[in-house]
């Protein structure tokens, strides 16, 4: 029994009347709904069931296995039907007149000819074949009985028994009885078994050739996800290439357009296959499209890459497994191995791993290096690896400008004879310096007696590109930045490409976003190694590695921007790079602050001591002594040369016109005067020492 609702209204006005009445209002229950007809609640569980994902993905896998056996079929048949007939040489035939190739289309048509011949022999054979199959059995079947009368008779003389005659005949026959019983039991169940063993080998074929529509295939395999490259896919992804002529010519190679490619090898974490392409279409076609070939072959563009190899009208063709190049390389051998050491000479840097997963590894000696690439793209990184490893060939001496000044470089305070850190003006000033230095070393190295042989100077620079835009010019009108020959840095650059290779003095350069007025063309040029993370565009691509490199399929402009930190593509003699190209794609190992830390800890460890020298700001009041006392060091002695260039790098204002009079002048009188040692003038560390100490002494006592 329902209850009914009952609701109380009241006026909201005062009422006027003294004895207000209140209304009672009594609401009915609502009408009871409809009930839903079965036929509808039976359609709408039938379209749920049908449209489940369970349904699908169960019809979807029963469709796929009966068009496998379906797929199968039509493979054996085809695979019947070429084996039968000249068919496939016909194919062959047509692919090389469509690659432009008649001698090969003459060979693939007479080796036609040849099986047509030899078809028509077997089968003029088979009109003769009966009868000379019943004279051969007629003939078997008379010495078979022969023969077993034979030993018949043999076994009879032996036993003297007439009856052994016919035992071996009779043994005979027995087996033959035995042999049909066998098959007269096992042909029933053999008869119906074959349909399945028939049906189950072309499900086997059709499975393994994923012959099925591409709706019944498994996800992962419609999505393109680990599906594996085979010809026929390579093929298919360059017929739908967009190219007419590459398109008609692989349409009239008919199914043997594969015959365009070479073997399909695994290379590394992908695979490699060289494409000789049909005449009419050239390699720059097929480069031009990488992005389109990559998504035919299920691929994303970072994933495929398209060099030109030295054979003609050819394209190589590297596809990388789904994802493998989002995985990391592992540690650098810098990190993992403490007792790594290096030969500037005769070694190889660790730097990473080329596409293959093979070990890249990149020789230093005697090669100037510049490495470009957008902000934030691993470039520091990459160049200080180098760094790194070659600290440990004691005998390497540094002088570093960091015109960043984030402290990317600060681990080097100790092996670095000059480490500059800083992005103003005038760091610049100080590089621009340090870097002249270095072109007075070089001289000096140049107008030494032949055969003289000299440690490698590293003059390494990052965030080149702060210099090259310096606006500020020195007393006499010179502009520090710039690419003209007023320009100091430019020209000290320039002066150790031409010539410091010969003498081991090096020009190291980091730099971003190249153009024409941040990174000159005659400094690029002048550089033997030269790589490139990401970059914006082509014309910048050529800029960072030449026109040959990229030419030759070098594209860093097609390398993602912050998802392909750390990889480079590099042009070099110094790096071992597949025979026909001219470039290599690196992806670096990625050494932290701390395990740099930890480096240059074990490089300071295989040293004397190094006293790096930094920035000065100009115009402070120089103190000759302490700055003497600073240059050497904690060396027992340094040579008076060695400590007039240190001053100068110092303080280039104050120091920089001194002679080794000027500081036999400062130091006469001190007690740490200059002294020979090994018949070189040098300076001591003891004796500057106490000339401080007696000097402050004497500064207190005539306070007091």
Known sequence: MTENVISLHKNPEPPTDPNPVTTLTVVPDPAPAKPVPLWLRSGRAIRTAATHDATRTTARTVARHGLYVAGGARIVAKRAWDGRTAARYERYMRTAEAAGNFEAAAEWEERGQRFRDARHRRRMDLLHSPLDAAKGAAVTTGMGIGGLVLIGVAMAVATKDTTEVVTPLMAVIRFINLMVTIVQVVWG?????????????????GSKQQAAPAWALPDRVRNGEGEPITPSIVVKALRDLGVPALRNAIKDMGDAGASMLSPIVIAGCGVEVDVTLPSGVSTNEVQSKRRKLAENLSRHEHEVFITIPQAARTVRLWVADSGALDEPIGPSPLVTDDTLTADY????????????????????????????????????????????????????QFLMGDLKGVGDWAMFGGLAQVLIQGPTDEHVIQVTEMVEGAVEEMNRRIQAPPGTTFPALIVLVDEAQVAFMCPLKDEDGRYYGGAKATSRYFMAV?????????????????????????????????????????????????????????????????????????TLVVASSGIDIPKGQSSITVRTHYVDDDAAVAITDRAKALRDGVTTLTLIERGEARNPLADIAAVIGDAPRLRTQDVIKRLSALDADAYGDWSPGDLTRVLDGTGAEPYKSDGRMVVGRDQITRAIAHRDESDSASGA
Not at 347 to 370: F, V
């Open 189 to 205: 169940p053999a008869v119906s078994l074959a349909p399945f063993l028939a049906l189950l080998a072309l499900w086997a074929v």
């Open 345 to 396: 000479a005769k070694g190889k840097a660790p730097w990473g791993q080329d596409l293959r997963g093979d070990a890249a590894a990149l020789s230093l000696y005697q090669r100037h290096l510049l490495i470009t690439g957008l902000s934030n793209q691993g470039k520091t990184v990459a160049l200080r690896s180098l760094a790194l490893w070659l600290a440990l060939d004691k005998s390497v």
């Open 494 to 566: 320039r002066k150790i490409h031409n010539q410091g290779r010969a003498v081991n003095v090096l020009m190291w350069q980091g730099t971003q976003d190249p153009t024409d007025q941040n990174l000159p063309k005659l400094v690029r040029e002048g550089a033997h190694t030269r790589a490139s993370l990401a970059l914006g565009t082509e014309s910048q691509a050529r800029m960072a590695l030449g026109d040959k490199a990229v030419d030759g399929g070098a594209a860093p402009n097609l390398l993602r921007p912050g998802l392909d930190q750390g």
